[in-house]
């Protein structure tokens, strides 16, 4: 790809000359009279490097810098600077310039600055791809699972990730939305471009546009300079929206023509720019009553939804949990501690709210608090000792369940209830309804009810 330079000096002659021999070098060359257009332009083109002369009439080059530093801080940027003022560009390059030229020069040494200027920056750029791949990779080690539930995700990351389809990743809070998010990037061609994320409930409604979009200078008050938005940050590479069902209903058309067209729309802009940018969404929420409440499109959701995934909740996948933890230890530094048997039970039976992160920030604790390398029933927290055990006692009199204290949803433990019935009989729904002593056209019911699905059926 031939480097593009922006050229900005408002002495034609010199501007043309510098075209000239910029051209002739191979390079793509833009250019402005003044800073102001210069800078326009810069966030237009996205240029390799920006030449800017050091006086000019209004935006000078100094202000240019800054500029381009605050939208683009890797950009590197030359001074052009007077005989006799070399004091200056040694200021500029404090404040951030990569070099400065003195005037006049000749053609071999503009050459050398620029050529040394692409080198150095194409070497950066390699570190920072470095660098965020192994951090891709070393989030990609942290989904840790062997269950069925977890192998079925396994199987669809490894599948959809290298294509430039959609996904939708839901499943509860804590259950590692991010984190196949991360792994459908890392597996993907997109891997060595930026991979960034966006948390869209943890943005002000007013600010959220903006943020993906991006906004030019006046678009709105306190809007006073150009702004890069998510997506173009992200071009090349993937986007990654969690949270994405609080996006608001007035920006979701917004979000799906960019889906669509591939296209986004700075805010107060009116050049669209065209983008490559694979989306990965995720969201919590109940997707299927927002789309029943109006709250979210349709279409926004079936375009987004093109792969969906589904994260089980860790009460969904307890064979994971020896696992887990022996994992957490790890990461840790407590390769040598053991749960025992007691400890282990509890922690099968426990209900999980908060899923795989409530469990790494409970072993995290345990860890800190030991007295020792084998950590029993008695140094887990009480609310774990007294709630969940699932106690095998058929008899009428012996309680089977025992409900936490801040009670548990009638409706979630007749799903449980019904699901580990099926997984007991091998998802034979007759003998499975036998074991809960119910008809079968029941049981089915109660399947369709809670949108139970048998896993050779699940997408």
């Known amino acids: 790809m031939v480097p593009k330079i922006l050229v900005i000096d408002d002495d034609t002659s010199l501007r043309r000359v510098l075209e000239y021999n910029l051209q002739e070098a191979g390079y793509q060359v833009v250019s402005a009279e003044d800073g102001e257009k210069g800078v326009r332009l810069f966030a237009e083109e996205a240029p390799a490097l920006v030449i800017t002369d050091m006086k000019m009439p209004g935006m000078d080059g100094m202000q240019v810098l800054k500029a381009v530093k605050e939208r683009l801080p890797e950009t590197l940027v030359i001074m052009i600077t007077a005989f006799g003022t070399v004091d200056i560009a040694v200021e500029a390059m404090k404040a951030g310039a990569y ?5 006049p020069f000749n053609r071999d040494e503009l050459r050398l600055t620029v050529a040394k200027a692409l080198q150095f920056s194409g070497v950066s750029a390699e570190n920072r791809r470095l660098k965020s791949e192994l951090a891709d990779k070393a989030d990609y080690r942290t989904i840790v699972g062997s269950s069925k539930a977890m192998e079925r995700v396994f199987e669809i990351v490894r599948k959809v990730a290298d294509t430039d389809a959609s ?9 590692g939305k991010e984190l196949v998010a991360r792994s459908l990037h890392h597996h993907s061609s997109r891997r060595n471009a930026p991979f960034v994320a966006v948390n869209c409930s943890a943005i002000p409604r007013d600010l959220l546009e903006s ?5 030019v200078k006046g678009a709105f008050t306190g809007a006073i300079k150009d702004k890069v938005g998510k997506f173009q940050l992200a071009d090349g590479g993937t986007l990654f929206l969690d949270e994405v069902g609080e996006l608001p209903l007035e920006l979701q058309p917004k979000l799906l023509r960019a889906l669509q067209e591939r296209v986004v729309e700075p805010v107060g802009g009116t050049k669209p720019l ?4 694979r989306l990965v969404a995720a969201t919590n929420l109940d997707i299927e009553k927002a789309l029943a409440e109006s709250t979210f499109r349709e279409d926004l959701y079936y375009r987004l939804a ?3 995934i589904h994260l089980p909740s860790l009460r969904e996948r307890q064979d994971d949990i020896d ?3 022996r994992y957490f230890c790890g990461k840790h530094g407590a390769d040598s501690v053991r749960f025992d048997a007691g400890a282990m039970a509890v922690l099968r039976s426990y209900r999980w709210p908060g899923n795989v992160r409530e469990l790494e920030n409970l072993v995290e604790r345990l860890l800190i608090m030991r007295e020792g390398d084998n950590i029993t029933r008695d140094e887990l927290p009480d609310k774990m000792r007294s709630s969940g055990a699932v106690v095998s006692a058929p008899a009428h009199n012996v309680k089977v369940i025992n409900l936490p204290d801040e009670g548990y949803p009638l409706e979630q433990l007749e799903r449980e209830v019904v699901v580990e019935a099926l997984e007991r009989n091998v998802w034979n729904q007759t003998a499975a309804a036998k074991f809960l ?4 056209h029941t049981l089915i019911y109660r399947m369709e009810k809670y949108g139970i699905i048998p896993p ?3 997408p």
């Open 306 to 308: 093109v792969i969906p």
């Open 437 to 440: 002593r119910i008809p079968r």
């Open 456 to 458: 050779e059926k699940a």
């Open 99 to 103: 070099d400065y030229i003195t005037k």
């Open 274 to 277: 065209k983008l490559d940018v």
């Open 323 to 325: 696992l887990l933890v």
């Open 211 to 215: 943020e993906l979009f991006g906004h």
């Open 167 to 175: 996904v939708l990743i839901t499943g509860e809070s804590g259950t």
